[in-house]
């Protein structure tokens, strides 16, 4: 169990964030325990092929990059650097992950067992260059795993960033983190972690708590406490946690039911499909793969019969299903 006492600055300074790098480490754990993440088989089909033939297989001699994240217990922190802003970045991550101070790398690196020491040897003695190679691994790791389902995931991650936020607004802390995961629970506090391999009692240095929702976590939670010194001391906590929505993630998604198609028209049918929460006209034209010109027209549709609404969340203006639609949908088996 970890357990991080809070102060009433850590609570006041709870934020969101998507992270590029989090989902690589997760998802490399899907790869080497599919198994144990049922839900993502799919995707793992997909992207293990291209993966093994460019030496990304677990544990292998030649990527540091799986020996960094092994198959269970600890990850080192540096692979995960608080991301800076709400939008996800990769480009930002890395250049925050090659910056790591040598000092930090080395005491992550002791984390991780004897073998997998010895193969990261260079990583230790020469931190700077090694972080350089790391950083290119990651790249190349990202483009055949994870950037051609991109669109897709961030549509998905955006939209429990919106849902979050408004239970955070309506409940407050406590009712939004007693609602992340069956492992994580606020009490008296304390944010307790249920994690298999790590126990340990921490206080807040007054930074917050950094929560990123992710696909690849799923079915677990993954978490960095930064309670280490120097900078590491004042970094964030961060607790990663699975998204909802993933159990249809990778779906071919044939745009609901053929009763509902034939009534509404595929593309109509396929955004209602869709909305199950709250997205904007961008990224409803990301999921169907059309213009955000000929999205907005099916929109008015759907608008002019009682179908979708549209409310503006700070700056961006997201449709919703009406409970008309949501009872046509529950009709027609979608």
Do not use: K
């Given at each position: 169990m970890?357990?991080?006492?809070?102060?009433?600055?850590d609570?006041?300074?709870?934020r969101?964030?998507?992270?590029?790098l989090?989902e690589?480490?997760?998802?490399?754990?899907?790869?080497?325990?599919?198994?144990?993440?049922?839900?993502?088989?799919?995707?793992?089909?997909?992207?293990?092929?291209?993966?093994?033939?460019?030496?990304?297989?677990?544990?292998?001699?030649?990527?540091?990059?799986t020996?960094?994240?092994?198959?269970?217990?600890?990850?080192?922190?540096?692979?995960?650097?608080?991301?800076?802003?709400?939008?996800?970045?990769?480009?930002?991550?890395?250049?925050?992950?090659?910056?790591?101070?040598?000092?930090?790398?080395?005491?992550?690196?002791?984390?991780?067992?004897?073998?997998?020491?010895?193969?990261?040897?260079?990583?230790?003695?020469?931190?700077?260059?090694?972080?350089?190679?790391?950083?290119?691994?990651?790249?190349?790791?990202w483009?055949?795993?994870?950037a051609?389902?991109?669109?897709?995931?961030?549509?998905?991650?955006?939209?429990?960033?919106?849902?979050?936020?408004?239970?955070?607004?309506?409940?407050?802390?406590?009712?939004?983190?007693?609602?992340?995961h069956?492992?994580?629970?606020?009490?008296?506090?304390?944010?307790?972690?249920?994690?298999r391999?790590?126990?340990a009692?921490?206080?807040?240095?007054?930074?917050?708590?950094?929560?990123?929702?992710s696909?690849?976590?799923?079915?677990?939670?993954?978490?960095?406490?930064?309670?280490?010194?120097?900078?590491?001391?004042?970094?964030?906590?961060?607790?990663?946690?699975?998204?909802?929505?993933?159990?249809?993630?990778w779906?071919?998604?044939?745009?609901?039911s053929?009763?509902?198609?034939?009534?509404?028209?595929?593309?109509?049918?396929?955004?209602?499909?869709?909305?199950?929460?709250?997205?904007?006209?961008?990224?409803?034209?990301?999921h169907a793969?059309?213009?955000?010109?000929g999205?907005?027209?099916?929109?008015?549709?759907?608008?002019?019969?009682?179908?979708?609404?549209?409310?503006?969340?700070?700056?961006?203006?997201?449709?919703?299903?009406?409970?008309?639609?949501?009872?046509?949908?529950?009709?027609?088996?979608?």
């Open positions: 970890l357990s991080i006492g809070f102060s009433v600055h609570m006041a300074r709870i969101f964030a998507l992270s590029c989090w690589v480490v997760a998802s490399l754990r899907v790869l080497a325990d599919p198994a144990g993440h049922a839900v993502h088989l799919p995707w793992v089909a997909r992207v293990r092929p291209a993966l093994a033939a460019a030496g990304f297989r677990p544990g292998s001699p030649d990527r540091w990059l020996r960094l994240v092994p198959p269970v217990g600890r990850i080192p922190d540096f692979l995960n650097p608080p991301p800076a802003t709400l939008t996800a970045d990769l480009a930002a991550e890395l250049a925050a992950l090659r910056a790591t101070p040598a000092e930090v790398v080395r005491g992550d690196l002791a984390v991780l067992d004897a073998a997998d020491r010895r193969a990261l040897r260079d990583l230790y003695d020469d931190p700077a260059t090694g972080l350089d190679r790391l950083a290119d691994e990651v790249e190349e790791y483009r055949l795993a994870v051609p389902y991109w669109p897709r995931i961030r549509t998905l991650l955006e939209a429990e960033v919106f849902q979050r936020a408004r239970r955070l607004t309506e409940d407050g802390a406590e009712g939004l983190l007693n609602d992340l069956q492992r994580v629970r606020w009490e008296d506090d304390t944010l307790s972690i249920t994690h391999f790590c126990s009692d921490t206080t807040g240095h007054g930074t917050g708590l950094l929560l990123i929702p696909v690849f976590v799923w079915p677990s939670v993954l978490s960095v406490t930064c309670g280490g010194s120097g900078d590491r001391a004042v970094a964030q906590p961060q607790l990663a946690y699975p998204a909802r929505g993933i159990a249809t993630l779906e071919s998604g044939g745009g609901g053929a009763a509902l198609t034939a009534v509404l028209g595929r593309t109509r049918a396929a955004l209602l499909a869709a909305l199950e929460s709250p997205l904007s006209t961008t990224e409803l034209a990301r793969g059309l213009s955000p010109g999205i907005s027209q099916q929109l008015g549709m759907l608008r002019a019969a009682g179908l979708v609404t549209t409310h503006r969340a700070g700056h961006a203006v997201l449709n919703t299903r009406t409970p008309v639609a949501e009872a046509l949908l529950s009709a027609a088996g979608s």
